[in-house]
């Protein structure tokens, strides 16, 4: 088998599939803090064909290498075994987004995946291969963390389309609990003299009740920001290799 230098395209899909999760990621985050399940699901849904595409273009690419062992030595194996792992995980991803299935059962597939992923940097490191060995494990790394962290992101993110109420002002507050105050107003007023006021009496009490400021619980914009960050920094080591890369690749080509 001829070789065939298409490394540079594989770091091309890397570094869009990245900044592609990452931008998916704030927009997610930024309807979720304004209490709005819609947005999130119209922010899955319409990212789902691109983040398909990807995984459908790196599985078939990497399912392609494996069988054809196009790259000399060991190459094959550190680059094509971790690269069907990204592929799948992609590919499955977008399937899930298109579908509204749950998405934490592609960031358990992810989790699994990343650690893989960075085992297998970490010993092509120590074995010295590539010829930037260093610059590779930083890749593996890179991208296996953000696997990692991509699992209790898709839980956070199941969790809200699960519970969000869009009418409701605060997250995850019982409607017992965000109807006291006015039950505990109206109590106290029973126990006064009453005087006859008229019918606006009604609109001014509730007008007096203070609205309750929307938020989300502290955990879900510590996950969420940690994994557009991870994500962030995958990105920015795929777009550092593919510079180390590209140079030759399209100065030698086969």
Do not use: C
Not at 8 to 33: N, Q
Not at 54 to 60: D, H, K, N, R, Y
Not at 107 to 123: M, R
Request: charged fraction near 10%.
């Amino acid at each position: 088998m001829a070789f065939v230098d298409f490394l540079a395209f594989v770091e091309v899909t890397l570094l869009i599939g990245a900044a592609l999760l990452g931008y998916v990621g704030v927009l997610a985050y930024l309807s979720m803090r304004k209490n709005d399940p819609t947005g999130v699901k119209n922010v899955l849904k319409g990212a789902a064909i691109p983040v398909g595409s990807v995984g459908l273009i790196a599985t078939t690419l990497g399912v392609w290498g494996e069988m054809a062992w196009p790259l000399p030595g060991s190459y094959n194996i550190l680059f094509f075994d971790t690269y069907v792992l990204f592929g799948a995980a992609f590919l499955v991803l977008g399937i899930s987004m298109a579908f509204s299935l749950k998405l934490h059962y592609t960031g358990f597939f992810s989790l699994l995946s990343g650690g893989v992923v960075i085992a297998y940097g970490w010993n092509g490191y120590v074995a010295g291969m590539t010829k930037d060995p260093f610059d590779t494990l930083l890749l593996y790394a890179g991208f296996g963390l953000a696997a990692i962290m991509a699992f209790p992101a898709t839980i956070i993110v199941d969790h809200f389309l699960s519970h969000a109420n869009p009418t409701s002002n605060v997250f995850g507050t019982p409607t017992s609990l965000a109807r006291r105050a006015p039950a505990f107003r109206a109590s106290a007023r029973a126990a006064q003299p009453v005087v006859p006021t008229g019918g606006s009496e009604t609109s001014s009490t509730e007008s007096d009740i203070p609205p309750i400021k929307f938020r989300l619980p502290l955990y879900f914009p510590i996950t969420v920001i940690a994994f557009v960050v991870v994500v962030g920094l995958a990105a920015i080591a795929a777009l550092w290799y593919l510079d180390l890369t590209l140079p030759a690749h399209l100065a030698f080509a086969p």
